[in-house]
C-alpha cells in the first residue's frame, strides 16, 4: 500500500514543525499505514483499536505533520517494566529526529508510569535505531533467534534500568535540551539559506 501525504517534506523541514501528541482513534489509518510499510507482520486496525482500549497499560504517540500521522511510538507496562512495542516513520520522514523525539516522550510516559525498566526488540542489522537507543540508556540484553521474518533475522533485545531514577530523569532532560538546540540550529540554517 503506498501512503500519500500532503505536504511531504523537504530537505529543509525541520522535526520542530512536526508535533508529537497521544494517539486516537482518528489517527489510526495514518498509523496503519506506516505500520504496513515498516513491518513485515504489520498489525491490524483491530489490534491498535484493543491496544487503544487499555490506556492503564498502554500509551501511543503519533508524530504530526499538521494533521498528518508521519510516526507512532508504543509502550506497554505491567508492574514496574515496559515493553516498548512499536515505533515508526515514515520514510520520507526519517532522518528528521522525529523517532528521538517520539521515544523521548514515550520513555518520559515510562517515568511517569514509575517503571524501573523498559525492553525492546530490534533488529540486528538496524544499527542507526541500536545507536538511538543507545542514547536512552538501552544496552544489549540477549538475542531472539530469528525473530523477524521478510528478511529473516535476529532481533537483540535491548534494556534501559533505573528509567525512575533522578540519573535517568537527567538524561532525558540532556535529550530533550540537545534536541531543542539542534532544531534551533536547523531553524537558523534555512532562515539564513533563505536570506
Known amino acids: 500500500m503506498t501512503v500519500s ?10 522535526s520542530s514543525l512536526i508535533t508529537i501528541s497521544p494517539m486516537r482513534r482518528r489517527h489510526l489509518r495514518g498509523v496503519v499505514a506506516i505500520e504496513q510499510q515498516a513491518s513485515s507482520h504489520p498489525w491490524s486496525l483491530g489490534l491498535f483499536l484493543g491496544e487503544l482500549r487499555m490506556p492503564t497499560s498502554r500509551s501511543y504517540v503519533v508524530a504530526l505533520d499538521r494533521h498528518v500521522v508521519v510516526g507512532f511510538s508504543g509502550l506497554m507496562y505491567t508492574g514496574d517494566e515496559g515493553h516498548i ?7 520520507d520522514y526519517r532522518r528528521l529526529g522525529i523517532a528521538k523525539r517520539m521515544l523521548l516522550g514515550t520513555m518520559r510516559q ?27 540508556g538501552f544496552a544489549p540484553g540477549g538475542i531472539r533467534h530469528k525473530y523477524y521474518s521478510d528478511p529473516r533475522e535476529d532481533a537483540l ?7 525512575n531514577s533522578t540519573g535517568y530523569d537527567q ?14 540550529l536547523g531553524d537558523q540554517a534555512r532562515l539564513g539559506d533563505a536570506e
Open 171 to 184: 538524561r532525558l532532560s540532556g535529550i530533550e535540551q540537545a534536541s531543542q538546540q539542534q532544531a534551533r
Open 110 to 136: 515510562a517515568v511517569l508510569q514509575g517503571l524501573a525498566a523498559v525492553t525492546l526488540e530490534v533488529r540486528a542489522s538496524n544499527e542507526a535505531a541500536q545507536k538511538l537507543y543507545q542514547g536512552f
Open 5 to 14: 501525504l500532503t505536504g511531504s517534506p523537504d530537505s529543509a523541514l525541520s
Open 157 to 163: 533485545i535491548m534494556w534501559a534500568h533505573d528509567v
Open 85 to 91: 512495542t512499536n515505533i515508526a516513520v515514515h520514510p
